[in-house]
């Protein structure tokens, strides 16, 4: 056939499914969609999903001297490493769970969204997505739903590239892919934007080692009573539960803090304890980020000590106390209930709760959970004990019919307040400006009103009526 035979049938084609699109009475699968999708397969470079290989991608970043991000057709592993200080956090998935485990041992887990979230995007990067039977058509767009991940809308390009990618997951994501590079004659993304994080691979090469599976969880600390219950009074500081811990020999008290992911120490006890600081570190606060350094340090907190921990050394936490949150909270089953603390060790199986429960995500090790606040439905509440006040909620979800000032300004207001399916009825609540991750947060003065139980390692808090 001729050149122009050719460009005629192309043009016919595509005037065929312009002509269904506009006139069918619902979705049609059409020629041009067709051939859209075709060509991202031609793009992406396999032939069968099984040619597309494993592959580990290198970043560089400015807290960690090793990131490698491994991914397998059904598993994967991200790996920040300190290699001169032996410090290493991972991220590691497969079909059925993800997580994560921090520069001390704590581990925080998830079955669902987040893993649904690895699961799509990592589809995305290899471009196993290009394999999936497509749920509809359109022009230039095309709806996927990925196998234990969540339906994307897929933009292609007229030459086949991806344009963008819509995860409808439990918020909507944007993936915009901004570079390839190709590994085995296959193409795959290297350079890509997640909604507003950026992510560059330095390289990117066939990995040379299968994935490593899980390793079973031990937890490093070492706990000391002959018992395996640790009870102790306290005086709040604020609403706050506070524990004894010692640096390096030093005494001094620590927030117990379920908003608060690993262990920090204010710059003063850092010195006197003389903690060496070996790096910096990023800090995500609820209102906004900073660097501060990284120290190890032998720590005893309470009834458990672990030595040689990793330590986060300011900004100054509140009253200049240190600050003990995920790291130790998620190794014990810790009870908080009229000025006293109870802390025990976890035992294979523990009880299950029965009332007043509440399931909370802990991925980014901290307590966030499904929380009302008068009209406004949150899914994603911090539930903070290291906060001394009841509960703030984002300014930009301010109620249209508002226009009190922020919390600074003691613009509280009474609102109702379900934590989870916990009723807590009348509370005071203000509005402010939070960091975008955060919606709402559920302060002490609200927590520590009742029993409270603090179960992170399995995902759960108990807020108990005092004397139930």
Same mark, same amino acid.
């Not at 069968?48 to 807290?63: E, G, K, L, Y």
């Given at each position: 056939?001729?050149?122009?035979?050719?460009?005629?049938?192309?043009?016919?084609?595509?005037?065929?499914?312009?002509?269904?699109?506009?006139?069918?009475?619902?979705?049609?699968?059409?020629?041009?969609?067709?051939?859209?999708? $075709?060509?991202?397969?031609?793009?992406?470079?396999? =032939? #069968? &999903?099984?040619?597309?290989?494993? /592959? +580990?991608?290198?970043?560089? %970043?400015?807290?960690?001297?090793?990131?490698?991000?491994?991914?397998?057709?059904?598993?994967?592993?991200?790996?920040?490493?300190?290699?001169?200080?032996?410090?290493?956090?991972?991220?590691?998935?497969?079909?059925?769970?993800?997580?994560?485990?921090?520069?001390?041992?704590?581990?925080?887990?998830?079955?669902?969204?987040?893993?649904?979230?690895?699961?799509?995007?990592?589809?995305?990067?290899?471009?196993?997505?290009?394999?999936?039977?497509?749920?509809?058509?359109?022009?230039?767009?095309?709806?996927?739903?990925?196998?234990?991940?969540?339906?994307?809308?897929?933009?292609?390009?007229?030459?086949?590239?991806?344009?963008?990618?819509?995860?409808?997951?439990?918020? $909507?994501?944007?993936?915009?892919?901004?570079?390839? =590079? #190709? &590994?085995?004659?296959?193409?795959? /993304? +290297?350079?890509?934007?997640? %909604?507003?994080?950026?992510?560059?691979?330095?390289?990117?090469?066939?990995?040379?080692?299968?994935?490593?599976?899980?390793?079973?969880?031990?937890?490093?600390?070492?706990?000391?009573?002959?018992?395996?219950?640790?009870?102790?009074?306290?005086?709040?500081?604020?609403?706050?539960?506070?524990?004894?811990?010692?640096?390096?020999?030093?005494?001094?008290?620590?927030?117990?803090?379920?908003?608060?992911?690993?262990?920090?120490?204010?710059?003063?006890?850092?010195?006197?304890?003389?903690?060496?600081?070996?790096?910096?570190?990023?800090?995500?606060?609820?209102?906004?980020?900073?660097?501060?350094?990284?120290?190890?340090?032998?720590?005893?907190?309470?009834?458990?000590?672990?030595?040689?921990?990793?330590?986060?050394?300011?900004?100054?936490?509140?009253?200049?106390?240190? /600050?003990?949150?995920?790291?130790?909270?998620?190794?014990?089953?810790?009870?908080?209930?009229?000025?006293?603390?109870?802390?025990?060790?976890?035992?294979?199986?523990?009880?299950?709760?029965?009332?007043?429960?509440?399931?909370?995500?802990?991925?980014?090790?901290?307590?966030?959970?499904?929380?009302?606040?008068?009209?406004?439905?949150?899914?994603?509440?911090?539930?903070?004990?290291?906060?001394?006040?009841?509960?703030?909620?984002?300014?930009?979800?301010?109620?249209?019919?508002?226009?009190?000032?922020?919390?600074?300004?003691?613009?509280?207001?009474?609102?109702?307040?379900?934590?989870?399916?916990?009723?807590?009825?009348?509370?005071?609540?203000?509005?402010?400006?939070?960091?975008?991750?955060?919606?709402?947060?559920?302060?002490?003065?609200?927590?520590?009103?009742?029993?409270?139980?603090?179960?992170?390692?399995?995902?759960?808090?108990?807020?108990?009526?005092?004397?139930?």
């Amino acid at each position: 056939m001729s050149p122009n035979c050719s460009a005629l049938r192309w043009i016919l084609s595509a005037v065929t499914a312009i002509t269904l699109v506009m006139v069918g009475s619902g979705p049609r699968v059409s020629a041009l969609p067709m051939d859209t999708f $075709e060509r991202y397969k031609e793009f992406v470079g396999a =032939t #069968t &999903v099984n040619q597309i290989p494993t /592959v +580990t991608f290198t970043f560089a %970043d400015p807290f960690y001297n090793e990131v490698s991000y491994t991914i397998g057709p059904a598993t994967s592993l991200l790996l920040f490493t300190q290699s001169a200080f032996g410090i290493t956090r991972s991220t590691y998935h497969n079909q059925e769970y993800a997580e994560q485990v921090d520069e001390n041992g704590a581990i925080s887990w998830d079955d669902s969204a987040h893993l649904k979230d690895l699961i799509t995007v990592e589809a995305l990067i290899t471009g196993r997505i290009a394999f999936l039977p497509a749920t509809t058509h359109s022009l230039g767009r095309v709806l996927v739903t990925v196998p234990g991940g969540w339906p994307v809308d897929l933009h292609i390009a007229g030459d086949g590239r991806l344009w963008i990618a819509v995860i409808h997951g439990a918020a $909507e994501q944007h993936f915009y892919p901004q570079a390839y =590079t #190709t &590994v085995g004659g296959v193409k795959i /993304v +290297t350079n890509w934007l997640l %909604d507003k994080r950026q992510f560059h691979a330095t390289s990117v090469a066939s990995a040379n080692s299968p994935i490593a599976p899980r390793q079973a969880f031990k937890s490093d600390w070492r706990w000391q009573p002959r018992g395996s219950r640790w009870t102790e009074s306290f005086v709040p500081f604020g609403n706050r539960p506070m524990l004894p811990i010692w640096v390096n020999g030093i005494k001094s008290k620590c927030i117990l803090d379920t908003g608060t992911a690993g262990l920090f120490l204010p710059p003063s006890l850092a010195a006197n304890a003389r903690v060496a600081q070996i790096g910096s570190a990023p800090v995500n606060g609820q209102a906004n980020s900073s660097t501060a350094s990284y120290g190890r340090v032998d720590i005893v907190v309470g009834p458990a000590e672990l030595p040689s921990a990793v330590v986060v050394i300011g900004p100054s936490p509140p009253g200049g106390y240190a /600050v003990c949150g995920y790291d130790f909270l998620a190794s014990f089953l810790v009870h908080i209930a009229k000025r006293t603390v109870t802390i025990s060790t976890r035992p294979a199986k523990v009880p299950p709760c029965s009332a007043y429960c509440v399931r909370v995500d802990n991925w980014l090790r901290t307590a966030v959970a499904r929380v009302r606040v008068g009209a406004l439905a949150a899914d994603r509440a911090t539930l903070d004990t290291g906060r001394e006040g009841s509960v703030v909620v984002a300014s930009n979800l301010r109620p249209s019919n508002d226009t009190g000032a922020d919390c600074d300004a003691q613009a509280f207001v009474s609102e109702p307040l379900t934590i989870g399916p916990v009723v807590f009825g009348p509370t005071a609540a203000c509005y402010t400006s939070l960091n975008a991750s955060h919606q709402v947060v559920v302060g002490s003065a609200v927590l520590l009103h009742r029993d409270l139980t603090l179960d992170l390692g399995d995902g759960e808090v108990w807020l108990r009526p005092s004397g139930v």
